[in-house]
């Protein structure tokens, strides 16, 4: 799962996206982008960022070089016991 705004967004006539849509939020704009595939992700830009890339714009959607926080998967059953707090840093 990744949150709209940990994601990376820029222009790229040979991107891996098309814009489909922008709603603004103020200082930031959520750019609704259909993947290759038909997967359609939303990302979180600042509003100034988003004026340029209008529905149909073709961009690259990433996620950034920055350290991703990974947590193990549990069931409910296992609760909040021993290693609740456990998580590893990836970097890419």
Request: avoid cysteine.
């Amino acid at each position: 799962l990744v949150r709209p705004e940990g994601l990376a967004l820029a222009p790229d006539p040979a991107g891996n996206g098309i814009v489909a849509g922008r709603t603004f939020y103020g200082a930031v704009t959520r750019v609704t982008v259909l993947l290759d595939g038909d997967t359609e992700v939303r990302v979180d830009i600042p509003s100034g960022e988003a004026a340029t890339l209008a529905p149909g714009s073709a961009v690259r959607v990433s996620l950034p070089a920055a350290p991703v926080l990974v947590a193990p998967r549990r069931s409910a059953a296992e609760g909040a016991g021993e290693g609740a707090g456990e998580a590893a840093q990836v970097s890419r």
